[in-house]
């Protein structure tokens, strides 16, 4: 399946150009849904409040640091 979805890729990356501003924020929030439905189950499970706060900050900075990957990373052609 990864060959083929990577053939259909290419066929149509001219297409997908144009909705790229679309689907990367569709994107990014699936990521964001899928860390964060695995991350909070197993913060509940934490018994020490220090690693708890650490795996919550982390989890944190991964989404800042997209955030600012977005906004001053320059587009690519």
Do not use: C, W
């Amino acid at each position: 399946m990864a060959v083929i979805g990577a053939v259909v890729g290419y066929f149509i990356t001219d297409i997908s150009r144009n909705f790229s501003n679309f689907i990367l924020p569709f994107t990014a929030g699936g990521f964001i849904y899928i860390a964060a439905s695995d991350l909070i189950p197993e913060l509940h499970k934490e018994k020490g409040l220090k690693r708890a706060t650490a795996s919550f900050i982390a989890f944190l900075l991964g989404i800042i640091f997209m955030a600012l990957a977005k906004n001053f990373l320059p587009e690519q052609p």
